[in-house]
């Protein structure tokens, strides 16, 4: 490898990592403004969100121990796929197995560095406290979700917990991830439903701004790629 190609790598290297550092933290800020809009949150934190509101404890380190779930799960789902005899993985079917419970087992420190900055955001971030300012930071919560989801995972590095448990399923269950994370979703706000109505008897985290979520946040991440993605995976030699 001679000098100049070798920089070239580093350089594509360096825009890896900071496409996906960026991301994510974009993701942190994005899922942050969601939860201030009052309006309804996305449906992969509405569990997190209930149980944190109902209980007073903190969000960030709710979401984090809902993330240790959900990479139990990954590490179980992954598992039992690799053990099915002619079993098509999916993307991680390429990777011996060690391989990629190892990445599912690096999502925890991803986790718990990344609510870190949620709560951090938190607690930068005041609640809006009338309708326009409301409808203006649920804007914001969906574009900037959408924006970091779409960063963070065209590197294709370590996946979120919440996008890795659909991945995982879609994997194991030989269906699209589009149509896994549909259920997933509806999943999700069955759980929150159920919590909210046990323990507080009334709706939590529930709202429109839940509906305008699933169907802008897929919306963003198309635009964001149709505008951005050839050319960051260009910069970040992919």
């Avoid at 390429?94 to 925890?108: E, K, N, T, Y």
């Avoid at 203006?136 to 995972?153: D, H, K, N, Q, V």
């Avoid at 198309?222 to 970040?236: E, G, I, S, W």
Wanted: glycine letters at 10%; one cysteine or more; aromatic letters at 8%.
């Amino acid at each position: 490898m001679n000098q100049n190609t070798q920089k070239k790598h580093q350089n594509q290297t360096m825009y890896r990592a900071v496409f996906y550092i960026v991301g994510l933290l974009t993701l942190a800020l994005g899922i942050i403004l969601n939860t201030k809009s009052g309006l309804g949150v996305s449906p992969i934190i509405s569990v997190a969100f209930s149980i944190s509101t109902i209980g007073g404890m903190n969000f960030g380190n709710t979401t984090f121990g809902l993330y240790i779930v959900f990479v139990l799960v990954e590490l179980l789902l992954h598992t039992v796929s690799y053990r099915k005899p002619n079993t098509d993985t999916g993307n991680g079917g390429a990777r011996s197995l060690p391989v990629v419970l190892g990445l599912d087992i690096l999502q925890l420190p991803l986790s718990l560095i990344f609510t870190r900055f949620m709560n951090l955001f938190s607690a930068w971030i005041p609640a809006g406290d009338t309708l326009p300012l409301q409808l203006l930071t649920l804007a914001g919560g969906i574009i900037f979700t959408g924006i970091g989801a779409a960063m963070s995972l065209n590197m294709r590095i370590i996946p979120n917990p919440g996008d890795g448990i659909v991945q995982a399923i879609a994997d194991c269950i030989h269906r699209p991830v589009g149509f896994t994370k549909n259920c997933f979703d509806l999943l999700n706000i069955c759980i929150t439903i159920t919590i909210s109505m046990i323990f507080a008897h009334h709706l939590i985290g529930i709202g429109i701004g839940t509906v305008v979520a699933v169907l802008g946040v897929g919306r963003v991440i198309a635009l964001f790629n149709k505008c951005f993605m050839r050319r960051m995976l260009a910069l970040a030699g992919m």
